[in-house]
Nanobody
Framework: QVQLLESGGGLVQAGGSLRLSCAAS????????MGWFRQAPGKAREIVAA????????YYADSVKGRFTISRDNAKNTVYLQIDSLKPEDTAVYYC??????????????????WGQGTQATVSS
């Protein structure tokens, strides 16, 4: 079993930055591909970024390319999401997720096996 805990959300003005962290339990963190998702009120959960178990391969949604950066530090059992140039439409609850499958990464929510509780990011205009 893997438990995930997000942190780093908050209230930021448009154009600002946030760095979200997701701490994972377990000594085999490096064997999981990881993803970040977000969900705004009344909207479906959507993929933001994903990263392979070793960090060599990444995926970004078109809406966040060039502004968001996903990374991981397997020694610290942590995955990060650096968010720059924030826009009001980035306001959402951000979730990290872990997948046990053999693919490099996954972009569909139902492909993930473990989820964190989420952290709120609010961007003011």
């Amino acid at each position: 079993q893997v438990q995930l805990l997000e942190s780093g959300g908050g209230l930021v003005q448009a154009g600002g930055s946030l760095r979200l962290s997701c701490a994972a339990s377990g000594r085999t963190f490096s064997s999981y591909s990881m993803g970040w998702f977000r969900q705004a009120p009344g909207k479906a959960r959507e993929i933001v970024a994903a990263i392979s178990w070793g960090g060599a391969r990444t995926y970004y949604a078109d809406s966040v390319k060039g502004r968001f950066t996903i990374s991981r530090d397997n020694a610290k059992n942590t995955v990060y999401l650096q968010i720059d140039s924030l826009k009001p439409e980035d306001t959402a609850v951000y979730y990290c997720a872990a997948a046990e499958g053999s693919s490099s990464y996954y972009i569909w929510a139902d492909s993930y096996d473990y989820w964190g509780q989420g952290t709120q990011a609010t961007v003011s205009s």
